[in-house]
């Protein structure tokens, strides 16, 4: 169970300006609304966003990062 305040706000509000350094989930949604997602979700390439991800989770968390990271993108294009 994730406890962090601004993942609680983001229940709410995923577009909540709150984030919490060193939260994995608070990091998977800064960077869904990044730019290097925003070029990834509309066909301007992905390597930017691959990239920040190896950067962010490593290599060997890349998927855990990349399903993180996506979760948050699709979530927020919905707006819930």
């Known amino acids: 169970m994730n406890t962090c305040p601004a993942c609680a706000a983001a229940e709410q509000d995923p577009r909540t300006g709150l984030f919490t350094h060193g939260c994995r989930e608070c990091t998977a949604r800064n ?10 979700l509309t066909g301007q390439g992905a390597d930017d966003l691959r990239a920040l991800i190896v950067e962010t989770w490593g290599q060997a ?4 990062g990349r399903t993180r990271v996506w979760a948050w ?3 927020l294009q919905k707006g819930k």
């Open 31 to 40: 960077l869904a609304q990044s730019p290097a997602a925003h070029r990834a």
């Open 61 to 64: 968390d890349y998927l855990d």
């Open 73 to 75: 993108v699709e979530r």
